[in-house]
């Protein structure tokens, strides 16, 4: 029972490099988000997705992009990284948008130096 | 404005002792859902508790209770008996419609317990 598995775990990138993280789940949920973690700023969701060909913007859009071509996958790139994108990210799924159980990846940290 | 606000960057707290983090939440519908998150420093999220708008009782899990006052938008978790694995960063969620009609999760800044021997 593997849940939510993001790849990878650590990834350092040079500025202006692109990057693709991916969010796998086995779980058949129809939600899935992305959210990046700061410190002394919570979790903030980037994109989300309400279903396979559906995604849409979160709190924290800029500079990202998301698809998701099939359910059980949510991938986040980075086209041009920034030192400003240095940061945890964690993908989460959940079964609808009304209950009570979302699933969290582990997490990748990234640095963009 | 914030949606969710945690007030206390920092708690301390002995062991075996019992502790309150506070959230207050911001929302203008009648339908949402309240969470608390446990994050210890190996990074996982580990779901805690949740609390319904609409359910009339607090929730409960083991040591964890919700003191839900809706009129004030106040849901603070309780821990009960403090454990020395209870260390950790601690943050309240709220499930709620966004502009796009679908429910999306918004979290605090969170409040980092440090539980003493």
């Known amino acids: 029972n593997a849940g939510v598995t993001q790849t990878p775990k650590f990834r350092v990138l040079k500025t202006g490099q692109s990057m693709t993280l991916l969010c796998a789940q086995d779980?058949?949920?129809?939600?899935m988000y992305w959210y990046r973690q700061d410190p002394g700023m919570g979790l903030r969701l980037i994109h989300y997705?309400?279903?396979?060909?559906?995604?849409a913007k979160g709190e924290v859009p800029d500079g990202y992009n998301v698809s998701r071509l099939k359910k059980q996958n949510f991938l986040l790139g980075l086209e041009s990284a920034a030192p400003s994108q240095t940061s945890v990210y964690f993908c989460?799924?959940?079964?609808?948008?009304?209950?009570?159980?979302?699933?969290f990846g582990s997490g990748t940290r990234l640095t963009v130096v | 404005a914030q949606k969710i606000t945690q007030t206390q960057p920092g708690m301390f707290v002995q062991e075996k002792e019992a502790v309150t983090l506070d959230c207050t939440y911001d929302?203008?519908?009648?339908?949402?859902?309240l969470f608390w998150y446990k994050q210890p420093s190996s990074g996982e999220m580990i779901f805690l508790i949740y609390?319904?708008?609409?359910?009339?009782q607090n929730a409960t899990e083991g040591r964890y209770s919700l003191n839900f006052q809706k009129a004030r938008k106040s849901a603070n978790l309780v821990i009960s008996a403090s454990q020395l694995g209870d260390s950790a960063m601690y943050f309240c969620?709220?499930?709620?419609?966004?502009?796009?009609?679908?429910?999306?999760?918004?979290f605090g800044k969170g409040t980092m317990l440090l539980v003493s021997p």
């Open positions: 969620a709220m499930r709620e419609p966004s502009n796009s009609g679908y429910s999306t999760l918004t």
């Open positions: 779980m058949n949920h129809e939600y």
């Open positions: 609390q319904g708008s609409y359910d009339e």
């Open positions: 929302t203008s519908d009648q339908s949402y859902g």
């Open positions: 997705s309400v279903g396979e060909g559906t995604t």
């Open positions: 989460a799924s959940s079964y609808s948008g009304q209950g009570r159980r979302y699933t």
